[in-house]
């Protein structure tokens, strides 16, 4: 197929070029228990969430939360969504997240609240390499980064492999998988390897692809220089990760998804492990931050490494050095201060549900998994109430 070169004019921001399709009736153009709610715990909770999101805000503590993009009804409009997951902001400024149920990336113009799609046609399936991503189909995309570069790559759990959008062209083509589930291919070229269920991407410093293989137990690390993929960390047993064990050779319970440090330390949640770890980018070593393995909701205010989590799917560094966790199955955000290791929850009441806004700890969610912290805000993927929200 043709492909379609990437027209930009001088003193026009960055667009990509493949941000070209609309959905009809676009313009032009994502019960559970707290175990103390007595008055002082709920008082302490909402001055410790004030100041975290305050720090990152960089503004008096007087934090609200409204929707960005969404009704709270599923669909697939210029103000709808069908569960949203994975978020990042884009080389052009504009925010870009993975459409779960619409098999589809979109990208929300932050500035006119403008949504175009980036890749998918709305067809669960493994179709269009070679073509534009805006009419090859998905299945399940759950995460998506940008390269240095800004070519965009997508995690797509169903058909086990991740896919590249090219910046230029707007191209997709399959970077890792052969689409079919499994483990194979360490040492080899990553488009010949097999994977199973890949959840989540970051890229490290030296610009290699880490990818979260949850259902191989393994995080794997791709080489886009020379296409070679390899086992990064876990043997493929889901078993509990020894403290300071080193990176090779170690199990982990349920690799779910990643946050990069600007010091190259990396944060991995572990799903079913029920905690965070850290791998120290010096010594190459685990260290639990937050969760004791056990699944529940408590210890806000508290040391994070008492606290108890319930199925962590998301991972966000803010620039006050605050780790944000979205605590999916206790439908809450929580933020972890990595200078003092104090953990409270910052959105969301610990119940499912869909609001009221503004107060961010009245603000019910509902199994939310994208969280992301830029542009001195926070924006959660509420999945299941179907909306972004922002947290400023």
């Known amino acids: 197929?043709?492909?379609?070169?990437?027209?930009?004019?001088?003193?026009?921001?960055?667009?990509?070029?493949?941000?070209?399709?609309?959905?009809?009736?676009?313009?032009?153009?994502?019960?559970?228990?707290?175990?103390?709610?007595?008055?002082?715990?709920?008082?302490?909770?909402?001055?410790?969430?004030?100041?975290?999101?305050?720090?990152?805000?960089?503004?008096?503590?007087?934090?609200?939360?409204?929707?960005?993009?969404?009704?709270?009804?599923?669909?697939?409009?210029?103000?709808?969504?069908?569960?949203?997951?994975?978020?990042?902001?884009?080389?052009?400024?504009?925010?870009?997240?993975?459409?779960?149920?619409?098999?589809?990336?979109?990208?929300?113009?932050?500035?006119?609240?403008?949504?175009?799609?980036?890749?998918?046609?709305?067809?669960?399936?493994y179709r269009g390499d070679g073509g534009p991503a805006a009419a090859a189909a998905l299945n399940m995309p759950h995460e998506l980064r940008f390269d240095r570069l800004g070519n965009l790559f997508i995690a797509e759990r169903d058909n086990h492999v991740i896919r590249k959008v090219d910046r230029a062209t707007g191209i997709i083509s399959t970077v890792a998988g052969t689409g079919a589930p499994g483990f194979s291919g360490d040492g080899g070229p990553s488009a010949n390897a097999q994977l199973r269920q890949p959840h989540s991407l970051v890229f490290d410093r030296d610009g290699r692809l880490l990818v979260c293989d949850i259902g191989n137990q393994r995080i794997r690390r791709i080489s886009l220089d020379t296409?070679?993929?390899?086992?990064?960390?876990?043997?493929?047993?889901?078993?509990?990760?020894?403290?300071?064990?080193?990176?090779?050779?170690?199990?982990?319970?349920?690799?779910?998804?990643?946050?990069?440090?600007?010091?190259?330390?990396?944060?991995?949640?572990?799903?079913?492990?029920?905690?965070?770890?850290?791998?120290?980018?010096?010594?190459?070593?685990?260290?639990?931050?937050?969760?004791?393995?056990?699944?529940?909701?408590?210890?806000?205010?508290?040391?994070?490494?008492?606290?108890?989590?319930?199925?962590?799917?998301?991972?966000a560094i803010g620039a006050d050095n605050t780790l944000y966790v979205a605590d999916t199955e206790n439908h809450v955000i929580r933020g972890i201060d990595l200078r003092t290791g104090l953990i409270t929850t910052v959105l969301g009441t610990g119940t499912r549900g869909d609001g009221p806004e503004p107060n961010p700890l009245e603000c019910r969610l509902a199994r939310p998994h994208g969280v992301l912290a830029a542009n001195g805000a926070l924006y959660v993927s509420d999945s299941e109430a179907h909306r972004i929200r922002v947290v400023r």
């Open 227 to 315: 296409g070679i993929i390899e086992t990064y960390a876990g043997t493929g047993e889901a078993k509990p990760t020894p403290e300071g064990a080193a990176v090779n050779g170690t199990p982990l319970n349920g690799p779910r998804t990643f946050a990069m440090a600007p010091n190259g330390d990396l944060y991995l949640a572990l799903r079913e492990g029920n905690a965070i770890l850290r791998i120290d980018r010096a010594t190459q070593t685990f260290h639990r931050v937050a969760g004791t393995g056990e699944q529940g909701y408590s210890g806000d205010g508290g040391p994070a490494l008492n606290a108890k989590l319930a199925g962590p799917k998301g991972l």
């Open 1 to 125: 197929m043709r492909a379609v070169q990437a027209p930009h004019l001088e003193g026009e921001p960055f667009r990509l070029p493949y941000m070209e399709r609309e959905p009809s009736g676009e313009r032009l153009m994502w019960n559970r228990r707290i175990e103390d709610n007595s008055a002082a715990a709920v008082t302490a909770r909402a001055l410790f969430a004030a100041l975290l999101l305050a720090s990152c805000a960089g503004r008096a503590a007087t934090p609200a939360v409204t929707t960005l993009i969404g009704t709270g009804v599923s669909g697939y409009s210029g103000t709808q969504v069908n569960n949203p997951y994975g978020l990042v902001i884009g080389p052009d400024g504009a925010l870009y997240f993975c459409d779960l149920d619409n098999q589809r990336i979109r990208r929300l113009d932050l500035a006119t609240k403008r949504l175009t799609t980036v890749a998918g046609n709305g067809e669960r399936g």
